[in-house]
Structures are given as C-alpha cells and as structure tokens.
C-alpha cells in the first residue's frame, strides 16, 4: 500500500485532518480552551472545522449547505471540548496502552499494512508519527467506548414500557385508509357550466357500463387528465387528498363497480375503485421492535446530555472569550 493510501487512510479513520506543517519552535500557538490539564489549541479547532465542512460539502448543497455548516461551527468548540472530558474518562477506566495497541493492530489488518516497519515508511513520507496515529485513533475511539459503558450499556427498555407508551399513543399506530382507483375526467372549459359536457361523459359512462368494456382503453381515448397515459391509473389516496365529491364516492363505491358522474370544481369524472384498505391499528407485536428502539434512543439522548452535563459541571472548563461567540461552548469555572 502506497504511503498517499495510508496517511488517507488515517485522516478518514482520526476524523482529523492530516497533520499540519511543523511550526517553527519559537511560534506558540493560541489556545482556544482549557479542559482540566489538557489545552485545545487554534490549529486543532481549526482542522477540525475544515474536516467537518469537508464531510458537510460532499453531502449537502445551497441553502441547506449554509444552515448545516453554521450549525456545525457553533457546536464545534463544545465537541471539541465534550471528546477532551470522555478521553480523561477514558483515561481513568481504561488501560490506554493496551487500547492503543489493539486499534493499531486493527487499522493494520483493515488497511492491509503486514508490518510496523511498512507503516512507519508510509508514516514519515507524510511527515507522521507511529504516536501521532495511535494518539489519533485513541481520540475516535476513546469516547465511544465511554459513552457505551456509561450511558448506552447501562439503557435498557423492557415490554411494560413499550406496552405503556403504545396504551398511551394509539393515534400514532393508526394505518389510515387509503384507495386507488382508474378515472375518466372531461375538464370544463372556462366560463362553461360542467352541465355543457354532461351528454359526452354519460356516453363515456355508457361505453364502461357494456359488458367487457375496458375502462383503461377508454381513458387513454376519452379523458382529458394526465392519468390517460396510465389508463386512467391514480392512487393511492388518504382521506382529505381528493375532492370531497370524489372522496365521498372512492371511499364507499364497491370495488370494480362504475360510479355515477361526479362534478367538481375542475369537471366531470367517472371513477372504478381498484384497491381500498380500511382503517386499522397496528398491533402492539408489529410495532413492539421498532417501538423499543424508539424509546431506546429517547432514553440515551436524554442520558447522554446527562452524562456530559455532569461531566462538565466537574471538569474545570476554560474558554477563550474570542471564541465563544462563533463556535459556543459552556464553561465550569
């Protein structure tokens, strides 16, 4: 594997960019934060934030580009600071050594890389370090290994829960009737009663009626709407998506049956159910899985900001008043 691949390889997985150039010795660096001992520095805020609009560019475009890039920036100085608070945490739980050790043996075998002499070769061509990528990976995968042994393992939601909440929400299992049906329209002209048209759509009418009459034929000869190329061919439809006129007549003729004429504001319509479903509620076996994790991930969001709320709240926390506007983080002292 080419050095290029490798270092590639390790800004995708670090979620950071690329180390940057080596500043001179005597340049020190503005620092953005503190987080009990440990600082967060210009540079870093700065390649984080080219990493995240790099990932928001690829996915997103205009206007929602511009939101999503804003409501990246401003939560950018506090995620930053979150993933100091669960390393430390990590720190404390963890053997950071055999971590390490155990990420790297993984990122070898998943970039195919056979040895540490290899890596190291595609490591220096890119002005990285062995300790720079094991620090890096540490960072990605340190917090989630906190967040899953302190709030996502300890969450649990059992079968009276998810039979309370389902008692509680029935309108949110309602499955709603719906209908499709084939149509015959003659739309009436301008300033012309739909009265005008009646004698040719109660032939049309006539024409279906007749034994072995096929209804999709005759649209695609006789109607005006844009549902003749398909026959006639529309649906399917939920209560309130069509005329009150229509609606009364789709959802009570019989399936297969021709309907009367209907008038509404755009003409004349004859129409033949297809398919109709009734209202029904889905039973609590249907839902239960997907209603577990529904309220799984309630209960882990709420946790999670719990979880960091206190995490901040024992951590001494600064914040350089120059950037708080811009990229908002809170602080503990």
């Keep these: 594997m080419s050095p290029r691949v490798v270092a590639t390889a390790i800004a995708v997985v670090a979620g950071l960019a690329i180390a940057a150039p080596p500043a001179r010795a005597e340049v020190i660096e503005e620092i953005v934060a503190k987080v009990n001992d440990d600082i967060i520095t210009m540079s870093e805020l700065q390649r984080e934030e080219q990493a995240v609009i790099a990932d928001l560019y690829r996915e997103y475009t205009g206007a929602e580009l511009d939101g999503k890039v804003a409501m990246a920036r401003a939560g950018l100085l506090q995620m930053l600071i979150d993933r100091k608070l669960l390393i430390h945490r990590a720190e404390r739980l963890y053997d950071i050594e055999k971590m390490e050790a155990a990420l790297l043996e993984n990122f070898m075998a998943q970039q195919g890389i056979p040895d540490l002499a290899e890596l190291n070769r595609a490591l220096a061509a890119d002005g990285l370090s062995l300790e720079e990528l094991k620090q ?53 002209p301008p300033g012309e009663a739909p009265s005008a048209r009646m004698p040719e759509i ?38 309130g998506d069509l005329f009150p006129a229509l609606e009364d007549v789709a959802f009570s003729n019989p399936i297969g049956v021709i309907s009367p004429v209907i008038t509404t504001a755009n003409g004349l319509h004859v129409i033949r159910v297809e398919e109709r479903t009734e209202d029904r509620t889905l039973t609590v076996d249907e839902v239960k899985e997907d209603l577990r994790a529904k309220l799984e991930d309630e209960k882990y969001s709420k946790a999670l900001a719990e979880f960091l709320e206190k995490a901040r709240d024992e951590a001494d926390i600064w914040v350089n008043p120059k950037y708080r506007a811009k990229y908002g983080a809170e602080t503990s002292s």
Excluded: C, H
Excluded at 218 to 234: H, T, Y
């Design 202 to 239: 109660e032939a049309i009418r006539e024409q279906l009626l007749a034994e072995g009459a096929d209804f999709a034929r005759i649209a695609e000869q006789e109607s005006d709407a844009g549902s003749a190329k398909v026959g006639g061919l529309i649906g399917p439809f939920k209560r």
């Design 136 to 188: 890096r990976l540490v960072e990605m995968a340190a917090p989630q290994e906190v967040i899953r042994f302190e709030v996502a393992g300890r969450l649990s939601v059992g079968d009276q829960e998810i039979e309370a909440y389902y008692s509680a929400n029935p309108q949110e299992f309602l499955v709603p009737a719906e209908v499709s049906l084939r149509e015959i329209v003659l739309v009436t």
